[in-house]
């Protein structure tokens, strides 16, 4: 089986069951082990400008590899439709992923659409992006206008020969800092950067990455390398563990624990002993945190995910499509979440070669 055939059988779905009788949303949805849902993840397209090889390589996404034609897209009004339906069930944070979301043509229009939602305590909606910020530098203004409150940022070194490996098309560290810095002035933080640590590959940028943003206003998160999906060629060995991160930067800046923010926080945090900052762990394979996963996932055309590593998705695309009303849509996803028992990071610390054999969704598919 060629790895394009696995990655389309990895994205297979049916339409969510719509159970009988109707029920209204009470915002205190729980899964089957006693997870809310409160944080969403959209995918907005599922191209990207970068060939990362953790997610996206060259030698699967290349120049004959077919995207999701344009019609196949969930419209900027039926991403907001099923955003408020979210929110009605207890999402209070909504993130804009990829693929690279600044590549959605007028995305500041979907931002300023669901910047009108409010959760349903009446707070605002806490609405993020993440990015690789290709482009940032040059909408930033335009997103922080249009009601983006912070973005995170991809960036996986600061020399530039290891980051042009990594993101195979030779784009340059100093333009995603020109991204970042811009993103910074115009107030859309505070800003998270984020560094997928590969064995073997770009390891060795931990400590210049944390000396460069220790005493500045944003947060180093370092994130283990995931198998996700079919085509990253993922192995045990080039996982470089949270732990030995957090050694290797703590031996020159020595580090302290720090609280989480909230449950289900997906960073283990700790700040530097001299009030540089702080820095956040993400280790979904060394220490799983699937006891507290609250985020469900959204594809570009309206597949629902509710895990990472998801085998198949729920298409809500096709009851929206097929004329069904909110209060149903309500229904039927409640019914989805609460069937939910997703934990796949735990299962694999006891079988890890037999689960990363399994066909899974990829990445650039429902985001990160």
Known sequence: MSEKVIMMTAQRSSAPAIPAPLEAPTGLLADRLGRPLHDLRISVTDRCNFRCVYCMPKAVFDNDYQY????????????????RIFIAHGVEKIRLTGGEPLLRKNIERLIGMLAELTTISGKPLDLTLTT?????????????????????????????????????????????????????E???????????????????????????????????RFIEYMDVGASNGWKMDEVIPS???????????PLVPVAANYTGETAARWRYADGGGEIGLISSVTQAFCSDCSRARLSTEGKVYTCLFASSGYDLRALLRAGHDDAEIATALAHLWRARSDRYS????????????????????IGG
């Open 243 to 253: 732990s030995e991160v957090v050694r290797r930067i703590g031996a020159e800046l």
């Open 186 to 220: 115009v107030g859309l933080g505070p800003i998270k950067i984020n560094m997928v640590v590969k064995g073997g590959m770009n390891d060795q940028e931990i400590l210049p990455m944390a000396r460069h943003f220790r005493n500045t206003p944003y947060i180093l």
């Open 68 to 83: 999701l034609p344009h019609t196949a897209l969930l419209s900027f009004e039926e991403i907001t439709r099923i955003a």
């Open 132 to 184: 690789n910020a290709s482009l940032l530098a040059r909408k930033a203004q335009s997103l922080k206008d249009a009601g983006l409150q912070r973005v995170t940022v991809s960036l996986d070194a600061l020399d530039n020969t290891t980051f042009q490996r990594m993101n195979d098309v030779d784009f340059k560290v100093d333009d995603v800092l020109a991204g970042i810095a811009r993103a910074h």
């Open 346 to 365: 735990e299962l694999r610390t006891n079988d890890t070669e037999g689960l990363a054999r399994g066909p899974r969704v990829e990445m650039s598919y």
